[in-house]
């Protein structure tokens, strides 16, 4: 279902995928610095999770300002927090790279402003860009370390932007609970030589739906 989101005096071009039946939990997605919410990745995430049960909304912001960015995904968290089409009980914000940093923002922001902010269950990051390539001495780990919602990152493994060691260090100073799926040998656009790009998503999205599941059950007990 295709929507335009009204953000300041332009709206945000959106798609739902729908399940089904009628979700309980979303999850709302955006792309990197380039690309838009037609990208391989999110297009084959969402349609897997809707066809699991999971109402999903994809958006194109496109810019590379990250406060311009994030803006926008409030935006779109605010626009399903108060639909009357989709009555959710929460929803998880998730995007790659840039995209993730937006959202890992926007979830610092909202909790910074309410503590009991139940609506926003937890944080996917997909390629999460830790670093500019080759500039390790300088990290993005300033909202993720301020966020207390369960969080899972997947990662390439050969991720330039994103080295190993280093993410596993911010994790381990994190006080949120929080998951590392490594793809081995993926580079940050999520290619490993050998496999399909086919191939590649189905692993992200089996691990991603898995871990959503977890989380919302860990929510209804």
């Known amino acids: 279902v295709k929507v335009k989101i009204p953000f300041g005096n332009k709206y945000l071009d959106a798609i739902f995928s729908v399940p089904e039946k009628k979700s309980t939990y979303g999850v709302i997605l955006t792309h990197g610095a380039?690309?838009?919410?037609?990208?391989?990745h999110l297009v084959?995430?969402?349609a897997y999770l809707a066809s699991h049960g999971v109402l999903c909304l994809r958006?194109?912001?496109?810019?590379?300002?990250?406060?311009?960015?994030?803006?926008?995904?409030?935006?779109?968290?605010?626009?399903?927090?108060?639909?009357?089409?989709?009555?959710?009980?929460?929803?998880?914000?998730a995007g790659r790279?840039?995209?993730?940093?937006?959202?890992a923002s926007v979830i610092r922001h909202l909790g910074q402003e309410d503590d009991d902010d139940s609506f926003i269950q937890g944080l996917i990051?997909?390629?999460?860009?830790l670093h500019r390539p080759k500039l390790q001495s300088k990290l993005r780990d300033e909202d993720l370390l301020l966020i207390k919602c369960p969080v899972l990152f997947v990662s390439g493994a050969a991720d330039e932007m994103c080295e190993k060691q280093l993410l596993e260090g911010v994790a381990s100073q994190m006080k949120a609970p929080k998951?590392?799926?490594w793809i081995d040998k993926a580079n940050h656009g999520m290619a490993v030589k050998g496999r399909t790009a086919d191939d590649?998503?189905?692993?992200?999205?089996?691990?991603?739906?898995?871990?959503?599941?977890?989380n919302t059950e860990l929510e209804n007990k």
């Not at 790279?97 to 959202?103: E, I, K, L, T, V």
């Not at 990051?125 to 860009?129: A, T």
């Not at 590649?200 to 977890?214: A, D, P, S």
């Open 125 to 129: 990051c997909l390629s999460y860009p």
């Open 59 to 93: 958006f194109t912001c496109k810019g590379l300002n990250i406060v311009h960015r994030t803006k926008a995904f409030k935006t779109v968290v605010e626009y399903l927090r108060h639909s009357d089409d989709y009555k959710l009980s929460g929803v998880f914000l």
């Open 179 to 181: 998951k590392i799926h």
């Open 34 to 40: 380039g690309g838009d919410m037609n990208f391989p």
């Open 97 to 103: 790279s840039m995209g993730s940093r937006a959202a």
């Open 44 to 46: 084959s995430l969402a």
């Open 200 to 214: 590649v998503m189905e692993e992200i999205n089996v691990q991603v739906f898995t871990w959503l599941r977890e």
